[in-house]
């Protein structure tokens, strides 16, 4: 029969040789295979207790960023809400009483601040729009959860920990990748 | 006047009920180490871990195993015949554990002024029990498998029916050339000829004797245990779980449970009757006969190392040898292993006849 196309293999199908058939020296070569495989490097590693490092560009969960002296950096302008693709920011400004200065650095702070990490694509456009570097992206992801509500994260889960209380915890939570904010605001 | 009707040795009868409970309880302790190890094993193979969270090294896994086992649901189906169907996995349990009986595990120990043979039945007829026993172990499975009226699980219980049939001729053949040599049936004087042997007893054992017959006990005890790559009858991928389909919670746990009981229990008969049981290799147990106690239990502990070592063997062909189809199957055990264990009987009782028949 002509064939098809020109890749085509004649396949020989010669009767086995009497080693062949015994099975014996292939079943043996089979066994060496996976004995020899009992003695390599296993490339699993044990995840909750060893975590392989992210990249230096890995995008997770958001963090709202403060300034050195505690004071959130976030005036609510609403860049990252409108930059965010996903429509996943929502935020209530309020304006900053008398008092409240070691609390919020500029005179409008968002008062209620919220990212629904199921709509979240982790891209990153938050970041880049944010004017005032109140906002990154860190190496945590968010964990799972057992009902929807509770992957809107709100003000209070987003927050960095004040670094004026709880150094290491900022410091921590700060990572690798933001920029500690300068307090040029102040030296204006 | 009180008249004896009966004389109990009310001694021996607690010997023995201590040593049924040990070796019961040990034969069930490493069964249940052995799905540990069958795991453990299997990821060493397949470049994996293994269960590594109960525990160090994953080692309270079989607990936890049977745990939930117990806790599951357990399902009895509607149109399945139910007393039938509670009796498979009990019978399979009953008779892999009741082979355990006739296995010498070790020399005698000398305790409370009594000579206690490690052994629970030394029966004249020991191999012969083994098999009657191993055969009847083909019921559980059948019984359940019928009992569950559905056809999968029929079909695996007539495959292992079928396949238990034909590859107990074979392994009884093979069996016949080595009693032809021990010309005993009793599993202690088959040691006992072994420990006799140059190098410490190594060279007396019957492997060296019976390398094919060995070889063809081997395939058949797989194909008996319904181990891979002979375990059609479970066949995961084409009867859904086979005879155990319709098995849940600690029913299921049973027949699984049975299978490593199977499996130590002919590792062990496999290391008495070819690897010289409780002796130990290059060592010399007769010159030594002053360490009493000491020397039986190193004998015990021979006999686990060499029934470990076949587990772990049954274990690396499984995670080898990929399932035989059942032509192939039927093609080896009838028109290959038969033949081979006939040819080895006789060529075997040649040999004595001509070079020992003086």
């Keep these: ?188 | 006047m009180t008249t004896v009707l009966l004389n109990i040795d009310l001694a021996l009868v607690l010997e023995k009920f201590a040593l049924i409970l040990i070796v019961v309880m040990g034969s069930l302790g490493v069964a249940m180490y052995a799905t540990w190890g069958e795991r453990k094993f299997a990821a060493l193979l397949q470049d994996r871990r293994g269960p590594s969270k109960a525990g160090p090294f994953g080692l309270l896994q079989p607990l936890a195993d049977g745990l939930k086992l117990f806790f599951k649901e357990e399902i009895i189906p509607n149109f399945s015949s139910k007393f039938l169907f509670i009796l498979g996995p009990g019978l399979a349990m009953l008779t892999a554990v009741m082979t355990s009986a006739v296995v010498p595990w070790g020399d005698k120990v000398h305790l409370f002024d009594r000579d206690i043979s490690l052994q629970i039945a030394d029966i004249n007829i020991g191999i012969l029990y083994v098999f009657g026993v191993v055969s009847l172990g083909v019921y559980g499975i059948m019984i359940g498998s019928w009992a569950s009226n559905n056809k999968f699980s029929l079909l695996g219980g007539l495959r292992a029916a079928s396949q238990i049939i034909s590859y107990e001729l074979a392994m009884g053949i093979s069996l016949i050339a080595l009693l032809m040599i021990t010309g005993t049936l009793s599993l202690k004087e088959i040691v006992e000829q072994q420990q006799t042997g140059a190098w410490g007893g190594f060279w007396g054992w019957n492997f060296w004797k019976q390398p094919l017959g060995f070889l063809i006990f081997l395939i058949c005890a797989f194909a008996e245990c319904n181990r891979a790559p002979f375990d059609l009858a479970e066949a995961e991928n084409e009867l859904i779980g086979g005879y155990h389909t319709e098995y849940s919670s600690m029913k299921l746990g049973f027949y699984l449970f049975a299978e490593y009981i199977n499996m130590f229990i002919s590792s062990v008969i496999i290391s008495t009757l070819f690897f010289g049981g409780y002796d130990i290799p290059f060592f010399n147990e007769a010159a030594h006969a002053d360490w009493g106690n000491w020397l039986a239990l190193l004998g015990v502990g021979a006999l686990m190392t060499k029934a470990i070592l076949f587990i772990l063997f049954f274990m690396w062909v499984r995670w080898t040898i990929p399932r035989f189809r059942y032509d192939q199957l039927m093609h080896l055990g009838w028109k290959i292993l038969i033949p081979l264990a006939l040819f080895n009987m006789l060529a075997t009782g040649g040999a004595i006849l001509y070079f020992f028949n003086k």
Excluded: W
Aim: aromatic share 10%; with cysteine; net charge positive.
């Design chain 1, 1 to 188: 029969m002509q064939a098809l196309t020109k890749r085509v293999k004649a396949v020989h199908r010669k009767p086995m040789s009497f080693a062949e058939k015994l099975y014996l020296p292939a079943i043996f070569k089979g066994m060496m295979i996976t004995l020899g495989h009992a003695f390599k490097k296993r490339p699993t590693v044990n995840y909750p207790e060893v975590k392989r490092p992210f990249s230096p560009v890995f995008r997770g969960m958001q963090i709202l960023n403060r300034d050195a002296e505690g004071r959130e950096n976030c005036t609510a302008c609403g860049l990252c809400a409108v930059a965010c693709p996903a429509e996943a920011i929502t935020m209530e400004a309020a304006e900053r009483q008398p008092g409240e200065e070691h609390l919020y650095r500029e005179e409008k702070y968002a008062a209620k601040y919220e990212i629904n990490m199921l709509r979240c694509i982790f891209c990153g456009l938050c970041e880049e729009a944010c004017p005032k570097d109140a906002i990154y992206l860190s190496e945590t992801f968010a964990p799972a959860d057992y009902k929807r509500k509770q992957f809107v994260y709100n003000k209070s889960e987003l927050l960095i920990p004040n670094p004026k209380e709880d150094p290491e915890a900022y410091k921590k939570a700060l990572g690798n990748r933001a920029i500690p904010t300068t307090n040029s605001l102040d030296q204006q």
